[in-house]
């Protein structure tokens, strides 16, 4: 596995944490790093199961893969409909 991309998955380590912490305080900024979390993600393991991986067919990983994208995208078309219940950066008060 290349160096980058164990730099990735440790990172998540925190950021997932993180991007779970603001979304509990209703920060906006949890829901858009959510967002670049998880579609992070399902790209990095999009990397991993189907460059690296030279096996055929279908997978463990594969299919975990498929769930991460599955929620990447189901959030990312959540964010219209979530982000008015949120606080803006920086302010207290939830969006107009």
Do not use: K
């Not at 979390?37 to 498929?66: E, F, H, K, M, W």
């Amino acid at each position: 596995m290349p160096m980058w991309l164990m730099w990735y998955f440790s990172s998540l380590t925190v950021f997932d944490p993180l991007a779970a912490l603001l979304l509990a305080l209703r920060r906006l900024e949890g829901l858009l790093l959510g967002c670049v979390v998880l579609a992070s993600d399902a790209v990095a393991n999009g990397y991993a199961n189907y460059v690296l991986d030279t096996a055929v067919g279908i997978t463990p990983g594969r299919i975990g893969q498929a769930i991460i994208t599955v929620l990447a995208v189901a959030l990312s078309a959540a964010v219209p409909r979530v982000a008015p219940w949120l606080h803006r950066p920086g302010r207290l008060g939830p969006l107009p």
